[in-house]
């Protein structure tokens, strides 16, 4: 017999888990997402800022995250060509959830 307390309990949607995880999955985007918080950023920072990752594996996953609808890429006609990311509406409503996976990682450090 169900209980009030069972009856209360939010049911998960693995499917929505799932498209959620697909945003952040991936060796760099956590850190990506995290870098741009709430500022701009261009390429070449993002590259200094995330040492170890190859050009090809920066530009990739940002385009991911562009599709996604995670970041915006805003491009610049200029010499030389400037190109520019920030967080969506939708990547900055993960922030709050990614700051506090970081916490729970501070517990088992």
Do not use: H
């Not at 590259?47 to 190859?54: A, H, K, T, W």
């Not at 996953?61 to 491009?75: P, Q």
């Not at 916490?103 to 450090?109: C, P």
């Amino acid at each position: 017999m169900p209980t009030n307390r069972d009856e209360q309990a939010p049911k998960p949607d693995l499917r929505l888990i799932n498209q959620a995880l697909a945003m952040i999955c991936g060796k760099w985007r956590l850190y990506i997402i995290l870098l741009l918080g709430e500022q701009t950023l261009r390429y070449t920072q993002l590259s200094e800022l995330l040492p170890g990752i190859s050009e090809k594996v920066l530009a990739g996953e940002l385009k991911a995250l562009v599709a996604l609808g995670v970041m915006k890429r805003k491009a610049y006609a200029e010499m030389p060509p400037r190109v520019e990311y920030k967080l969506s509406k939708k990547g900055r409503l993960a922030l709050p959830v990614l700051n506090q996976l970081q916490e729970v990682g501070q517990l088992f450090n």
